[in-house]
């Protein structure tokens, strides 16, 4: 049974960083892509980043080009998101998600909450 297990949020000042992990387990990952998305409290679910299974290609929502990066080790089977120059607006449930053609597998989900 495929699991995601999310873990790294937490508060955070404004302009401060935060690390997000997601550990996958119970499936073959290599061929999947990996993302991240966020939910923020009274709004719908967003994309925020995404890397190809070759790590050759990643993918950003605009509003955080260039403060976050993701990145995956596929030894592990862990994605990562970088988040820096953090912003209220960034506060959400931020989920991991896996998947070939969609993705398939969704973590429960870690709170970031960054204070102004």
């Known amino acids: 049974q495929v699991q995601l297990v999310e873990s790294g949020g937490g508060l955070v000042q404004a302009g401060g960083s935060l690390r997000l992990s997601c550990k996958a387990s119970?499936?073959?990952?290599?061929?999947?892509?990996m993302a991240w998305f966020r939910q923020a409290p009274g709004k719908e679910r967003e994309f925020v980043a995404a890397?190809?299974?070759?790590?050759?290609?990643?993918n950003y929502a605009d509003s955080v080009k260039g403060r976050f990066t993701i990145s995956r080790d596929n030894a592990k089977n862990t994605v990562n998101l970088e988040m820096n120059s953090l912003k209220p607006e960034d506060t959400a449930v931020y989920y991991c998600?896996?998947?070939?053609?969609?993705?398939?597998?969704w973590g429960q989900g870690t709170q970031v909450t960054v204070s102004s």
């Open positions: 998600a896996v998947g070939r053609l969609t993705y398939d597998w």
């Open positions: 890397v190809s299974w070759s790590i050759s290609n990643t």
């Open positions: 119970g499936g073959t990952f290599s061929r999947a892509h």
